[in-house]
């Protein structure tokens, strides 16, 4: 909130909000692309640039990550839309065409995730890759791109949670409001919410858990990830307005991030102690270094 003057010398408090676009899509001379779209692709992109800098760190090769992601990308979209139709299948019955439609919303990042890695684990197995180094290398980098594809859903006006005045709150348009919150201007942006806490699970991965765990073992760095997500995601989602199937009074995404996110953390807490560390040993850049050790990379 800002103060602003008044006529009876008062001062009056004006409540500021967060905009929410005109449009959902982004015009480039005559080309309109949806933003969606190209939200998800730029996280796609900087998830790529992420993980083939920290595999070269490890002794991959240049072009590694750049020809899993030709595997990995296309698994984890299908993976993510496919756990979005089964878990909201009311929104698509009488109209099955719409499950295609990826470009005006609904992807599941667990399926994604799950998809994603089970491609990815077959295609570096298949390559003679060091598996465990590549979930490391990775770790960081998906949260990365969930981040930035976030944004997509600002320009959906989509995914945000209950009213409230606080000053940060999301202006929603009437249409796209939930019928029992139609009088409701400002909602929770729980987009943002997640963008970042997403960039904080980033920067916890590359610069804090590595000095936390030093010795956690290889590949676990991705089970961290997804606990740090599920806790995340956990608190985020308890806030949300939008329509959702339900398991015992509880959307279906928060069983599935206490049951993720549980099972993470025991395969973190196994893997703590013993064999080598999860962190290359080689010096590498400091903007990309990680904290596991002065010499460490991210």
Not at 236 to 246: F, K, Q
Not at 258 to 263: K, N, Q, R
Request: net charge positive; aromatic share 10%.
């Amino acid at each position: 909130m800002v103060p602003s003057g008044s006529t009876t010398g008062v001062p009056v408090l004006i409540l500021a909000s967060i905009p929410s676009p005109s449009s959902n899509a982004i015009h480039i001379g005559p080309l309109q692309l949806r933003a969606y779209g190209v939200m998800i692709a730029l996280g796609v992109l900087a998830a790529v640039w992420l993980t083939q800098r920290r595999w070269e760190q490890r002794g991959g090769e240049p072009d590694d990550i750049a020809r899993l992601a030709m595997w990995t990308v296309p698994a984890g979209v299908i993976g993510a839309r496919l756990y979005h139709v089964i878990t909201d299948n009311q929104k698509f019955r009488g109209h099955w065409f719409d499950v295609v439609k990826i470009w005006e919303g609904g992807l599941g990042i667990w399926g994604g995730v799950a998809l994603g890695i089970v491609v990815g684990v077959w295609y570096a197995r298949r390559q003679g890759w060091d598996v465990a180094g590549l979930m490391d290398a990775a770790a960081p980098a998906i949260p990365l791109a969930q981040a930035i594809g976030r944004v997509g859903n600002w320009f959906n006006q989509e995914l945000f949670g209950r009213p409230t005045n606080l000053p940060w709150g999301l202006e929603i348009d009437v249409a796209n409001r939930p019928p029992q919150y139609v009088d409701s201007a400002t909602f929770h942006p729980t987009f943002l919410y997640e963008v970042l806490w997403n960039l904080l699970v980033v920067a916890l991965i590359i610069w804090v858990v590595p000095r936390l765990l030093p010795h956690l073992k290889p590949g676990r760095l991705m089970a961290v990830y997804v606990f740090l997500y599920c806790v995340g995601r956990l608190w985020i989602e308890l806030m949300r307005s939008d329509e959702a199937n339900r398991i015992l009074g509880l959307r279906v995404n928060v069983w599935t991030s206490t049951i993720v996110g549980l099972s993470a953390l025991a395969v973190v807490i196994a893997g703590r102690g013993g064999g080598r560390s999860a962190e290359p040993e080689q010096a590498v850049p400091p903007a990309m270094a990680s904290p596991g050790s002065d010499s460490s990379g991210g």
